[in-house]
């Protein structure tokens, strides 16, 4: 169901990264006092181009992994759910081109190129009007347990829904990578995690499609689902999603582990409200959640649920729509 038909979902209290100067794309200065000198072979020039984008994609691979963790959970303003608490994080290392890219870069839809079978949610048919159908969707990685979730869910068989953070996907393209070749669904979850609802056309395009072009450079398609931070959704976010051909998937169950961080509360309040064609939302950022995550796979089919990524749950999504559960 979609539109006022569900329940307004309880925010995902997340932690956004900021977005400093460094990450902004930068053409070098010219040393002065140096002649330029023109290369006029078309051979050469194409040589020297692959040479520079080989040694970028190199530089950004070595880059020391403590800079990569970039995504931490905090606090917010109780009095106002959607809106982070003031904070200071590290910025990401100089971007390249070819991890990065620019916020103004043609995104291919899947519309126009052919997906990943598994990133695109194709897989197995299943009968969600006859079986006792449930999604488990994770937001803001990829991240450092990333992995670890991906061995678990493979042991258990199971398939999810991961909704990604732009400068995490291009941190961690290998883990996107591997949510994709294991059968995952991958969604956009913005650039860096700001309420939508509270920027420009813009700005929210910009969130959106640089994000898209990560996870396209990473894996080599591009989303139709979208869940944006908090939840926050209006009519006017709606039409930008749906613009670029994007569903926006909330959820109808949170477990709060970003607050809880406990293996047990987590796994008590997913069982607790789970029920037939509900989304459930955990964050795979954090290492309870993780550790939570074969407990209620377990407990969830003991009760005779079938998990399933968010398109065998939902079918056919129409872009600019809201979905809170089946």
Known sequence: MHGTQGPEPRSAHSRPIQVGDETRDRTPERPRGRTRRIAVGVTAALAAAAMIGTGAVT????????????????????????????????????????????????????????????????????????????????????????????????????????????????????????????????????????????????????????????????????????????????????????????????WDVDTEDWKNRSVRITTQRALERAHPGAIILMHDIHPTTVQAAPGIIHALRARGYTLVTVPQLLGHVTPGHKYFSR
């Open 59 to 250: 530089w950004a691979h070595r880059a020391p992994a403590a800079a990569a963790q970039m995504v931490i959970a905090a606090p917010v303003h109780r009095s106002r759910p959607h809106t982070v608490q003031a904070h200071t994080t590290r910025t990401a290392p100089r971007a390249t081109r070819a991890l990065h890219g620019a916020a103004a870069a043609p995104v291919v839809h899947a519309s126009t190129r052919a997906p990943l079978r598994s990133g695109s949610g194709a897989g197995r048919a299943v009968d969600c009007g006859v079986k006792k159908c449930i999604a488990l969707t994770f937001d803001d990685g990829p991240g450092p347990y990333t992995r670890t979730l991906l061995r678990e869910l493979a042991t258990s068989k199971v398939h999810a829904t991961f909704f990604l953070i732009g400068q995490n996907v291009a941190h961690y393209p290998g883990q996107v990578r591997a949510e994709v070749t294991g059968g995952h669904v991958v969604g956009n979850h913005s650039w860096t995690h700001p309420q939508l609802t509270s920027l420009s056309s813009a700005a929210i395009a910009r969130e959106v499609d640089r994000t898209q072009a990560a996870i396209h450079r990473a894996a080599g398609f591009t989303p139709t689902l979208m869940r944006p931070p908090y939840g926050a959704v209006s009519p006017h976010v709606l039409t930008v999603l749906g613009h670029r051909h994007l569903a926006a998937v909330l």
